[in-house]
C-alpha cells in the first residue's frame, strides 16, 4: 500500500465552459493535516467534492487511500460538506446515529456508545434530544462533524469547517483534529483564513483552480525571502510572483 | 436491505416529527372526500368517484411529499453527504419509497374506511387487493417525485409541476368525467397517462367485485411505469452528478 493519503494526478473539471480545476497534481501523506487554502471560487470545494467523488473528473485521475473514489471505498472516507448539511427535523442524536448506521455501524450497543462519545465530543450533551432546528449555527457545525467522524475514518475531507465559529470553539475544533492527526488519520481541510492554515502541517494555495504553491507553511514562509513573513506575505507572495510570471 | 431500512426509517421518523405535514396528509383527503360527499346529487356519482379519489390522492400526495422531501436533501446538503456515503442509489430510492408507502397506506386505509362506512361507498371486493393496488400506485408516485425533484430548483418550482403533470391527469383519466365521452385525441391521450389505470384498477377493484387476477392489463401499465420512473429516479441520483 502507497504511504500517500492522496494521489491527484493531472486533475482537471470544468463547469460548462468554465475551468474550475486545471490540471491539478498532490500528493498527501498519510496522518497529516492537510490545508486547502484560497480565496472564495479558487476551486478548493470542487477539489473536495471530485475527491470524495460528487464529481466526475473532465480528466485525471484521484487516488484515496489507493482506490478511486467509489461507495465500495466511501467507508474509510468521512465527509463534512461547507454547508451543515443534516436533518432539521431530526435530534442531535438521531442524525449522528442515522450517519453511523450508513457507514456500516451495525451493531446496536457498539453504535450507541460511539454516538455517545461523539456526543460528549462535540458538547451537545444537554442539546442530544434537540432537533437540529432549534439549534444555533456553530451547534449545527458541530452536529455536521460529529456525523462526519462517527465511523473514525481514516481520511476526512473538511470543507471549511470552522466558518462561522467563535473563537472558542475554533480552538476546540483544531485540538481535536489534531488529535485526529496524531491518530494517524489524515485530513484535508478547505479554508480561507490564515489561523486555519498555520495549524495545518502542509499546505496547498489555490488560485482560479492551480496550486500556486504547495509546501508546510514554515516552508512557504520561508519562501517569501523575509525572515518575518507571515502566511498571509506568504499568499500574497505566490499570487504575485504568479502574475509577474502571466505577463512575462 | 440494511441501509434500505435505516433510510427508511429516517424517512418515517422524519415525517412523523412534522406533525402538521402528517395531520394535513390524513386530514385533507376526509375534508376532500366530505366534500365530495355532501355535493354530490346522486349515490351512484358517489359510487364512480371515490374510488377514483383513493387512487388520485396517493398519486397526488406520493408525488409531493417524495418531490418535496428530495428537494430538501439537495438544498439542505445531505443528498450530498448520502452520496458521498457508502449507500446506493438503490438504497437510497427504496429506503425513501419504503418509509413514504408506509403514509400511503395509512391515508389509504384511512379514506377507505371513511369512504365505505361513513360515506356508504358500495364496497364489492377485498381490502388487502386494494392495499396492494394502491402501493403500486404509490411506487410509482415516489418515483415520478423523486424524478421530477432533480428538475425543480425550489418547492415552488416543485409545486409548478402538480398544475403540469396531476392536475391535466384528474380530467382527462376519467376520475370525474368518463373517458368514452370525450373527444378522441383526448381518449388516445388518456391511453398513455397511468392514473387512467389506476382510476380503471381501483374501480374494478371497489365495485365490479375483480380481483388483481382480473386486471392485468392495469397492473402491468402501472408496474412498467414504476420500473421506468424508478429507473429515471436512480439516474437522476448519479454519484458524480451532484450539483
Given at each position: 500500500m502507497s504511504d500517500a493519503a492522496i494521489i491527484v494526478n493531472n486533475l482537471t473539471f470544468n463547469y460548462g465552459y468554465l475551468k474550475v480545476i486545471d490540471d491539478i497534481s498532490l500528493e498527501t501523506p498519510r496522518g497529516i493535516s492537510f490545508g486547502l487554502l484560497g480565496s472564495n471560487g479558487a476551486g478548493k470545494t470542487t477539489l473536495i467534492r471530485l475527491m470524495v467523488g460528487l464529481l466526475k473528473p473532465a480528466g485525471g485521475s484521484i487516488l484515496c487511500l489507493g482506490k478511486p473514489p467509489s461507495p465500495a471505498n466511501a467507508r474509510n472516507i468521512g465527509y463534512m460538506p461547507q454547508l451543515p448539511s443534516l436533518y432539521t427535523e431530526l435530534t442531535v442524536e438521531q442524525n449522528i446515529d442515522f450517519f453511523a448506521r450508513i457507514y456500516g455501524l451495525r451493531d446496536r450497543q457498539a453504535r450507541s456508545a460511539r454516538v455517545n462519545d461523539v456526543i460528549k465530543l462535540i458538547d451537545l450533551v444537554p442539546k442530544?434530544?434537540?432537533?437540529?432546528?432549534?439549534?444555533?449555527g456553530g451547534m449545527k457545525q458541530r452536529v455536521s462533524l460529529g456525523c462526519a467522524i462517527v465511523h473514525q475514518p481514516p481520511l476526512l475531507f473538511l470543507d471549511?469547517?470552522?466558518?462561522?465559529?467563535?473563537p472558542e470553539l475554533r480552538v476546540r475544533f483544531w485540538e481535536h483534529f489534531e488529535s485526529l492527526t496524531r491518530a494517524g488519520n489524515t485530513l484535508v481541510i478547505s479554508s480561507h483564513t490564515m489561523d486555519d492554515a498555520a495549524h495545518c502541517q502542509q499546505l496547498a494555495f489555490m488560485r482560479e483552480g492551480k496550486i500556486i504553491a504547495l509546501g508546510s507553511p514554515a516552508e512557504l514562509r520561508a519562501a517569501t525571502g523575509k525572515p518575518d513573513a507571515s502566511l498571509e506575505d506568504a499568499f500574497l507572495y505566490f499570487i504575485r510572483r504568479g502574475e509577474v510570471q502571466a505577463n512575462v | 436491505m440494511y441501509n434500505i431500512f435505516t433510510i427508511a426509517r429516517r424517512t418515517i421518523i422524519q415525517l412523523a416529527r412534522d406533525r402538521r405535514t402528517l395531520a394535513l396528509i390524513i386530514i385533507v383527503p376526509l375534508v376532500i372526500a366530505s366534500l365530495v360527499g355532501v355535493s354530490l346529487p346522486s349515490k351512484q356519482m358517489l359510487n364512480t368517484l371515490l374510488p377514483a379519489l383513493l387512487a388520485t390522492l396517493i398519486l397526488f400526495f406520493g408525488f409531493l411529499l417524495s418531490g418535496i422531501a428530495f428537494l430538501r436533501e439537495r438544498a439542505q446538503g445531505t443528498r450530498e453527504r448520502l452520496l458521498a456515503s457508502p449507500v446506493s442509489r438503490l438504497d437510497i430510492v427504496v429506503g425513501y419509497l419504503l418509509g413514504f408507502l408506509l403514509f400511503a397506506m395509512v391515508q389509504t386505509l384511512i379514506l377507505f374506511f371513511y369512504a365505505v362506512y361513513v360515506l356508504k361507498v358500495d364496497f364489492n371486493g377485498v381490502l388487502w387487493q386494494i392495499i396492494v393496488f394502491q402501493l403500486l400506485i404509490g411506487i410509482l408516485a415516489v418515483c415520478l417525485g423523486i424524478f421530477i425533484s432533480?428538475?425543480?430548483?425550489n418547492e415552488f418550482q416543485m409545486v409548478q409541476f402538480i398544475p403540469l403533470l396531476i392536475v391535466p391527469q384528474i380530467f382527462v383519466c376519467g376520475v370525474i368525467f368518463s373517458v368514452d365521452q370525450m373527444p378522441d385525441y383526448l381518449q388516445w391521450l388518456a391511453k398513455f397517462l397511468p392514473l387512467t389505470y389506476a382510476v380503471d384498477g381501483i374501480r374494478a377493484l371497489m365495485l365490479?367485485?375483480?380481483?388483481l387476477m382480473d386486471i392485468g392489463k392495469e397492473i402491468g401499465v402501472l408496474a412498467a411505469y414504476a420500473i421506468g420512473l424508478m429507473i429515471l429516479a436512480g439516474i437522476s441520483l448519479r454519484r458524480g452528478n451532484a450539483t
Open positions: 442530544r434530544k434537540t432537533q437540529v432546528i432549534k439549534l444555533s471549511e469547517p470552522t466558518v462561522g465559529l467563535d | 432533480a428538475f425543480a430548483k365490479n367485485g375483480k380481483g
